[in-house]
T-cell receptor
Framework: QKEVEQDPGPLSVPEGAIVSLNCTYS??????FMWYRQYSRKGPELLMY????GNKEDGRFTAQVDKSSKYISLFIRDSQPSDSATYLC?????????????FGEGTQLTVNP | DAGITQSPRHKVTETGTPVTLRCHQT?????MYWYRQDPGHGLRLIHY???????DKGEVSDGYSVSRSKTEDFLLTLESATSSQTSVYFC????????????FGQGTRLTVV
């Protein structure tokens, strides 16, 4: 069983929709949670990060962590065609590099104009 | 892409041949990483480096070796390529914390026939 599970989609929504992307995990030692965005034929780029449980908002994006349920979410409000990409969740036990980032498989999102 | 260059961008090679992928950074980041990305698996860490000549294994290191003789260069070698090593390989860099492991190269698409 994978440490991090993420529905690969694909997910297709109309422009302006609210998008919910989710990951579940089994390792209770994970404390640092990240979301990466990857456009086609490009490398991933860090979108948001959070520590422990709670919410973090950045513009149209909200990251939510529920450690009791081992469940993290990324919400995109007023989705735009430019949000079309693959979204990967990532997690780590420690803040320092060298502690491994464990990635989800990624969810492919298409926002239709 | 934050000054990270991967070469080559595409390569087709035959089973049993050695292959070297290069990652060059201009950011002077201490940490460098090699990942592979495959459908159904997401990103998996192969090897990483925390300084010149300092390297360590990741999750899927069998069949791969790395070297870092200069801060800016991190080489990944497939000693004897196999079809299971057909993948997209990403180099990443960071300054020390997982939140700063945010810079990925454009990727190298390797096909082993």
């Amino acid at each position: 069983q994978k440490e991090v599970e993420q529905d690969p989609g694909p997910l297709s929504v109309p422009e302006g929709a609210i998008v919910s992307l989710n990951c579940t995990y089994s390792n209770s030692a994970f404390q640092y949670f990240m979301w990466y965005r990857q456009y086609s034929r490009k490398g991933p780029e860090l979108l948001m990060y959070t520590y422990s449980s709670g919410n973090k908002e950045d513009g149209r994006f909200t990251a939510q962590v529920d450690k009791s349920s081992k469940y993290i979410s990324l919400f995109i409000r007023d989705s735009q065609p430019s949000d079309s990409a693959t979204y990967l969740c990532a997690m780590s036990e420690s803040e320092t590099s060298g502690s491994r980032l464990t990635f989800g498989e990624g969810t492919q999102l298409t926002v239709n104009p | 892409d934050a000054g990270i260059t991967q070469s080559p961008r595409h390569k087709v090679t035959e089973t049993g041949t050695p292959v070297t992928l290069r990652c060059h950074q201009t950011e002077n980041h201490r940490y460098m990483y090699w990942y592979r990305q495959d459908p159904g698996h997401g990103l998996r860490l192969i090897h990483y480096s925390y300084g010149v000549k300092d390297t360590d294994k990741g999750e899927v290191s069998d069949g791969y070796s790395v070297s870092r003789s200069k801060t800016e260069d991190f080489l990944l070698t497939l000693e004897s390529a196999t079809s299971s090593q057909t993948s997209v390989y990403f180099c990443a860099t960071g300054t020390g914390g997982v939140y700063t492991e945010a810079f990925f190269g454009q990727g190298t698409r390797l096909t082993v026939v």
